[in-house]
Nanobody, 121 residues
């Protein structure tokens, strides 16, 4: 069974940092784009950042210059380094990846279970 497992969320003060990790596991033939999304209470899920297999990155404007997405293809893992955190960054953060499972014929979207990030003094 193919799955994404996130870790690294928690409570941090404004101006602090957190690093999220997301590892893909299972019988996987290939992983294309990976990314992070977030959903704050009462709001829709929104894109935070994406990264291609070749490490081309894309960021939503509110996080540019503060967040850095990276990946380790050998470990099937994507990371999100979050610096200068603000209260408005508080949300559940979800990992996303387009993966081709063993026995499959096309890439499909997979989601992690989500990890809570709370920025508060």
């Amino acid at each position: 069974q193919v799955q994404l497992v996130e870790s690294g969320g928690g409570l941090v003060q404004p101006g602090g940092s957190l690093r999220l990790s997301c590892e893909a596991s299972g019988s996987i033939l290939g992983i294309a784009d990976m990314g992070w999304f977030r959903q704050a209470p009462g709001k829709q899920r929104e894109l935070v950042a994406t990264i291609t297999r070749g490490s081309t990155t894309n960021y939503d404007d509110p996080v540019k210059g503060r967040f850095t997405i990276s990946r380790d293809n050998a470990k099937n893992t994507v990371y999100l380094q979050m610096n200068s955190l603000k209260p408005e960054d508080t949300a559940v953060y979800y990992c996303n990846a387009k993966m081709l499972p063993a026995g499959g014929t096309r890439f499909a979207d997979y989601w992690g279970q989500g990890t809570q990030v709370t920025v508060s003094s």
